[in-house]
Every structure is written in structure tokens, then in C-alpha cells.
């Protein structure tokens, strides 16, 4: 308490309102008005139906409107044709804190470079900092405000990002011929909800989940 | 009355047994009797899970012992494996009402180490969004002040009010909680073009609700008697305690690091720190009622004018190398001093990352001013010194 920027005399130091010492009746009196007053806040707000801010969830989900910036899924960018960009470069998974990411690629024999087979997504471990959407050094990740996804088996929520192994977006764009392309790629993911661990196929999982949603 | 010679010092807590022990066998004459309850691990009013032995005397509190671990993560050891960059969303998790100041300190150490010279537009960014921060946790506080006193409407008016700024938040950060916003060399993103007007809009509407919540709780007689002369910390003690934030500013000490050690751009607004004068839980109630009221001054200063520039002066990789060095940063949060010391040996991960966290040593006030006082006042002071479980854990 030496210090003289602690004491109270400094200029910024703002006393805080003391509580006032009230007789027997000055208690009796002020408490009623005081009771009297917090009622009028309760009142008004009991008058003023409008006031109510409670969403009725699922109800509303047509008109929900979230912040694009919601982080709640990950997702690997697709362009219209349906080609990404990411390059199996791994420093998506090298960033993850909590190696909810696990990126595996393949060797290409065509132009013996190394390209995506599977981008796998634990949404169970994953923290959502958005640490891999910041580091990609081809932004071809993005994180989505699709918030509702529950389901009741935890294998669930390994989620396979690739719809097809192959090369890049800028590789197939330089091949014109549509059938040498399609060759080129290798469908991976028939359903776009929550796959099975690593792509595989385990023991024990619910049929259903397997359909096609198409 | 069974007279035994107790006190907190001389035993360890791992005798409690051989003490529940003793009292049990010793006679009890008259009236009240001595006996051990636990308060938590599971108990609403602990705010998490933190076990409270209760040392009684008929409905007396005589003692109380904190047990602590039951929500520890090894926060510090964890970091020392993940590296410098992926360790500041971990402090998202300690005091998850002050997402962003942790992640400010956090970065703050990180650019000291690296001597990154930041501008303008994040400083006042940072420091905005800081003060926003700073006022929904207080707005949290107040909601579950009320509820620990029981009464169940200041929480619904609380959290009312407190969904405001989670909104904007959200529409700005992208996360509601654990944001991860603050990043060494800048900020995730750049703010969003509607973001001052959606502030401002925000003030307007928050500072006639403060005058309702004065009406609603503060004026209100029971709470106003409740909270009179609860739970006196001196300023003496609360030093040596090490207590920081609004309990200790409470106690009468106006130590505030916006003032003293000035980060960001708090040496450029005008503010007041609000301080106590007994340090009772009236204080510690009316310091953070008007904190409210300086954040927002603060923010109404800086709102109107944010500099242009980039959000971002240094982009990271997946890791960042620090020089070899011990280096040490600590901000205000809304509960405290959250500070941060580094012993980086050159590499891509800490050596050692020691956490200061101020809910540790705002705990342990607890035990100075429980004694003497009925288990309901307890519940009031640790609801007045506004402890997060994880943050005292971590």
C-alpha cells in the first residue's frame, strides 16, 4: 500500500456508491418502495409481449439465420464442377492441435507428384480454432454453420471430406478431354453425411448410414 | 460444545479422515454440534466442479477447505507438447468467460518474444472486443449472482442481455464461447463492415438496461441486506492473498493493469477504475456493476473511429519458433490478472509455460472470509468473488 498509484487519492480512482444506513422505519419504508419498483420492471415487461426474445428452435428452423462466419463443420471446397484444390501438402494436420485431421494421399503416376485420397475429419476431437482453414496455402478448406450434427454412434462423426481421389482442381482443368478426366478420379464419397472411421467400413455399424442420399 | 484445536495451516488435507474421525468420537454436550460437510464436487452455486469441505458449527462455518482437481486438464504440460501456435486456443478453455483476453495475453507474449510491432486497427480492435468481453462476463455474474441469492430473474435478464454481444460475436468470430479469435501477429479475421454499427446499436440498448438492473436487484432491500458487511477483505489480506480484479480492487487497492501497465490502446481512452471501501460483497457487487458502465466509455471512445490497416502484420504456419529466452506478459482479465511465463529454449514448443490464472488465488479469499458466517453468506461470497472451476484447475 506504499505504492502512491494504489491509494485513493489517484485521479482515475472512482469510489464505488457506499450502501446507506437506514433506521428501523427507513428500512420498512424504502424496502416496500424498492420491492414496488423491481415489480414495475417485472410489470412492464409482463405488458409488453413483444419485449419476449425466446426462440422456439426447432420450430424456427426455416427461418434460422446464421453468421456465415460459424464454425461448426469442416468442409473441403468443391467448385462447381466438383473439384478441389487441396494438394495433400499435410500441413492442415501438422497445425491440428488435436489431430482431428489425417489427410492420406497416394502417389500419382502420371505426373509423379502426390495427390488427395482421403481427407479425414474427427468432429469428436476436433476444437474448431481454425487453425487448418488459417494455415492452408490454398484456402480449400472452409468452416461451415451447419450446426445440427448429432448422431448416436460416436464412429459417426469421422467424417470423409473427399468426394473423389485425384488430382487438384488446376491439374484436371488442364485436361480437355471429359472422358480422360473422369478416368482421372476415383468417386470416394457417395454419402455426404457423417462416414465411417477412415473411410472403412467397420464392424458393428448401422446399415442405414451406408445408403446413398444421392 | 465440543472444543477442539483446529486450524486450516497445522493440517494437511489428506488428515481429513483422521479428523472427521476425532470429532465423531468426541461427546457433544449442548446444542450444536461440530461436523465435516461437503459441499460439491456436484453442487449448483460452486459454478463447476469444486469441492468445498465445510468445517461447521451448528449452521456456523467454521472452515472451509477448497479441494481442487476435478476438472484438471494439465493445461501447462499440454503446452509444452503442442507448440506456440496451436497453445492459444487452449487458453480459450481456462477461463472460458474471458475467451479473448486469454488469447490476447497469451499472443501478447508470443509478439513480445518475437518483437512484432503491431498497428493501430488490431490494438483498438483487440482492445474493443476486450471490453465487450469484460461486460458479458460481468453480465454473466450478475445473472448467476442473483440465482445464488435465490432469485431465479436477474439470471433470465443476464442472459438476455449477455446474448446480445454473444451475437455479435458470433457474426464477427464465428464462435460463441471459445473463440480463438486473437492470434500472435494480429486477428483471425478482419472485423466485419457492420461490426461498429452493430456495437453501437448495442450500447443504446444497454445502457438504460443497467439503470433495470438497478432497479430490479441492486436497490432491492433483501439483496442490498444480504450483501451488507458479508465477507469484509481487507486490503492487507486480500494482498497477501494475492487476490486480483475487482475483489481486490473491492478491498479498497485500485490496482488495475489498464492503468499501471498500459497494453493496447487503454492509454489513449479515458476510464475510471471503480474502488471499494470495506470490501464486502456490496463492493465487490458495485465494483463490477460500474466496470459495466467504464467498458462501455471505453468502447464508446473507440467505436467511432477505427483506424484502417491489415488485420493481420505477420501470418503463421502450422508452427511458430521463438528465440531462446524467458519472456512473461499478464492482462486484466474481467476476474483478474491472467499472466503468461515462457521459458522458450529456440524451438517450435515451450520449455515450460507457466499460467497465472486469477481465479487460483482469488479462491483462497474464501478461507479468510468465510469463518463465523451461516452457510447461506457462504454461498454469497463465492458467488461475489465470481470463480470459473476450470480456470482454478486448469
Excluded at chain 2, 238 to 259: E, N, Q
Aim: charged share 25%.
Amino acid at each position: 500500500m506504499d505504492d502512491d498509484r494504489l491509494t485513493a487519492k489517484n485521479n482515475y480512482v472512482k469510489p464505488v456508491q457506499a450502501l446507506p444506513i437506514r433506521g428501523f422505519f427507513g428500512r420498512i419504508a424504502y424496502g416496500l418502495g424498492s420491492l414496488l419498483k423491481g415489480m414495475r420492471v417485472t410489470m412492464h415487461y409482463f405488458i409488453h409481449p413483444s419485449t419476449v426474445v425466446t426462440q422456439q428452435y426447432p420450430e424456427n428452423r426455416e427461418t434460422l439465420v446464421l453468421s456465415p462466419r460459424i464454425r461448426s463443420q469442416l468442409s473441403l471446397i468443391h467448385d462447381e464442377s466438383g473439384y478441389h484444390k487441396c494438394t495433400a501438402c499435410h500441413i492442415c494436420e501438422q497445425a491440428c492441435p488435436n489431430a482431428s485431421i489425417h489427410v492420406v494421399d497416394r502417389p500419382e503416376p502420371a505426373i509423379s507428384k502426390k495427390e488427395l485420397d482421403f481427407f479425414i475429419w474427427r468432429l469428436d476431437s476436433c476444437t474448431f480454432c481454425n487453425l487448418c482453414v488459417m494455415v492452408c496455402p490454398f484456402q480449400c478448406l472452409e468452416m461451415k454453420p451447419t450446426f445440427e450434427s448429432s448422431v448416436y454412434d460416436q464412429r459417426l462423426l469421422a467424417y470423409n471430406l473427399t468426394k473423389y481421389a485425384g488430382p487438384t482442381s488446376t491439374v484436371l482443368a488442364k485436361q480437355t478431354d471429359d472422358e480422360a478426366r473422369k478416368n482421372m478420379i476415383e468417386p470416394r464419397q457417395v454419402y455426404d453425411g457423417p462416414t465411417e472411421l477412415g473411410g472403412f467400413i467397420l464392424a458393428g455399424m448401422p446399415e442405414s448410414t451406408r445408403e446413398k442420399k444421392s | 460444545m465440543v472444543t477442539t484445536t483446529l486450524s486450516l495451516s497445522s493440517v494437511p488435507i489428506s488428515s481429513l479422515d483422521k479428523r472427521i474421525q476425532s470429532l465423531e468420537n468426541e461427546q457433544s454436550s449442548l446444542g450444536t454440534q461440530e461436523y465435516f460437510v461437503n459441499m460439491g464436487p456436484q453442487h449448483p452455486s460452486t459454478h463447476g466442479v469444486l469441492r468445498l469441505v465445510l468445517h461447521l458449527d451448528g449452521e456456523t462455518v467454521k472452515e472451509v477447505i477448497p479441494v481442487l482437481g476435478y476438472v484438471h486438464r494439465g493445461m501447462e504440460k499440454k503446452c509444452e507438447f503442442i507448440g506456440y501456435r496451436q497453445q492459444v486456443h487452449l487458453t480459450d478453455r481456462l477461463d472460458y468467460l474471458c475467451a479473448l483476453m486469454n488469447n490476447w495475453a497469451i499472443s501478447h507474449a508470443i509478439e513480445k518474444a518475437l518483437n512484432i510491432e503491431l498497428n493501430e486497427r488490431i490494438q483498438v480492435v483487440r482492445t474493443i472486443l476486450a471490453e465487450l468481453q469484460r461486460i458479458q462476463s460481468h453480465q454473466l455474474w450478475w445473472g448467476v449472482f442473483g440465482m445464488d441469492l435465490g432469485a431465479f430473474t436477474p439470471f433470465l435478464y443476464g442472459f438476455r442481455d449477455r446474448e446480445k454481444i454473444t451475437a455479435i460475436f458470433e457474426d464477427t468470430i464465428g464462435a460463441r464461447l471459445t473463440m480463438n479469435f486473437i492470434q500472435p501477429g494480429g486477428l483471425m479475421f478482419d472485423i466485419t463492415s457492420d461490426f461498429a454499427q452493430k456495437v453501437k446499436e448495442f450500447i443504446a440498448y444497454f445502457k438504460p438496461i443497467l439503470n433495470e438492473y438497478d432497479e430490479l436487484f441492486s436497490g432491492n432491500i433483501i439483496v442490498q441486506e444480504r450483501l451488507r458487511n458479508v465477507g469484509i477483505l481487507d486490503a492487507k489480506t486480500a494482498i497477501s492473498i494475492g487476490t486480483t480484479g475487482p475483489i481486490l480492487r473491492a478491498s479498497g487497492v485500485a490496482h488495475d493493469l489498464r492503468k499501471l501497465e498500459p497494453y493496447g490502446v487503454y492509454s489513449q481512452v479515458q476510464f475510471d477504475v471503480p474502488v471499494g471501501a470495506t470490501g464486502d460483497c456490496w463492493d465487490r457487487y458495485q465494483v463490477r456493476m460500474q466496470e459495466m458502465r467504464e467498458s462501455i466509455k471505453i468502447v464508446e471512445q473507440l467505436i467511432d473511429n477505427i483506424p484502417e490497416g491489415k488485420h493481420m502484420v505477420m501470418k503463421f504456419g502450422a508452427k511458430i519458433r521463438v528465440p531462446e529466452g524467458v519472456y512473461y506478459s499478464e492482462m486484466e482479465t474481467a476476474r483478474g490478472i491472467y499472466g503468461n511465463f515462457i521459458v522458450a529454449d529456440g524451438s517450435e514448443k515451450p520449455y515450460r509455460l507457466h499460467m497465472r490464472t486469477p481465479n487460483f488465488n482469488n479462491l483462497w479469499s474464501i478461507i479468510r472470509m468465510a469463518p463465523g458466517l451461516r452457510i447461506a453468506d457462504l454461498v454469497t461470497i463465492l458467488s461475489s468473488i465470481d470463480i470459473v472451476v476450470p480456470d482454478i484447475d486448469r
